[in-house]
């Protein structure tokens, strides 16, 4: 999950951006960088512990639009001391069209969680998305299809929209979005089964939560992203807010209940540097 030529683990600032703001436009170029996550919440769902991460990464940027990727993200919190927890590649494509008007492309992304991970998304292994946005002075929306692989298949589907503001000559930029996503809920019904099953060793179940593969609304995000690059470096500071939607029936052992949801907050701060390869 990116910030547009860097990392990102955030839900909103996903994709590649191939045009005027940035100075790599165009260019194959190395990148490494750190990422900081201040909390892990995905679409709208999250632990009753907060749980940071801290991620190193490298990659390439293809001038045709490919790109590759690999991140290491290390975890700590009040009942996890500290781990790597998380190991991801992600690879894509992305470009634009008609005068640069039409961005679009793919990515897909393997993660690899230690056995013990309490992240939201510890049982997914792989991530399909591909997405379209039209580029626009005013607003630009964007659609985004996301297949995750886990017990079952989550198809989320995302419309998001956002404008780009322009500060000393592109080198600041700063992005308000708003996204809502729709879709099901297999990966949070395969982590609080596990969850269910680590304080109860006994537990005879197969699912947790009713109706995971249905599809419904799950939450939206608010964010404003800072971007700035100065000489090969890119610094990003994402806050966002998450409303979330359509509280899940769960099934606790012998017991079922309605589940409070509440809404949550991240800070996603990230910087890396780039080399253009002659």
């Not at 039209?134 to 198809?155: L, M, R």
């Not at 939560?209 to 000489?231: F, M, Q, R, V, W």
């Amino acid at each position: 999950m990116w910030i547009p030529h860097c990392y990102a683990q955030g839900e909103l600032y996903r994709i590649k951006e191939r045009y005027e703001d940035d100075p790599f436009d165009g260019l194959t170029y190395y990148s490494v960088g750190a990422n900081y996550l201040s909390n892990n919440i995905y679409m709208g769902r999250r632990d009753s512990v907060r749980q940071p991460y801290y991620t190193v990464y490298a990659g390439i940027q293809m001038s045709l639009g490919f790109y590759i990727s690999a991140g290491a993200s290390y975890s700590r919190s009040r009942s996890n001391l500290g781990r790597f927890d998380l190991i991801s590649v992600t690879g894509g494509y992305d470009n634009t069209f008609f005068k640069d008007r039409l961005l679009t492309g793919f990515q897909i992304e393997g993660s690899f969680y230690h056995p013990s991970s309490e992240n939201i998304k510890g049982s997914i292994t792989q991530t399909v998305m591909v997405y379209a946005k039209i580029k626009s002075d005013v607003i630009e929306p964007q659609i985004t299809f996301t297949s995750n692989q886990a017990s079952g298949a989550d198809n989320i589907i995302t419309f998001s929209a956002d404008h780009i503001f322009r500060f000393l000559d592109n080198k600041l930029l700063l992005t308000p979005m708003v996204a809502f996503n729709y879709g099901s809920l297999h990966y949070y019904d395969d982590y609080l089964l596990k969850r269910f099953k680590k304080m109860d060793k006994n537990l005879v179940a197969n699912k947790a939560i009713a109706n995971a593969e249905a599809t419904k609304p799950l939450d939206l995000e608010l964010s404003g992203k800072a971007t700035y690059n100065t000489n090969g470096w890119q610094f990003n500071f994402v806050p966002t807010i998450y409303l979330a939607f359509s509280p899940a029936t769960v099934n606790a052992g012998n017991r079922s209940y309605k589940e409070k949801l509440k809404n949550g907050f991240t800070l996603e701060c990230d910087i890396c540097y780039r080399k253009e390869r002659k």
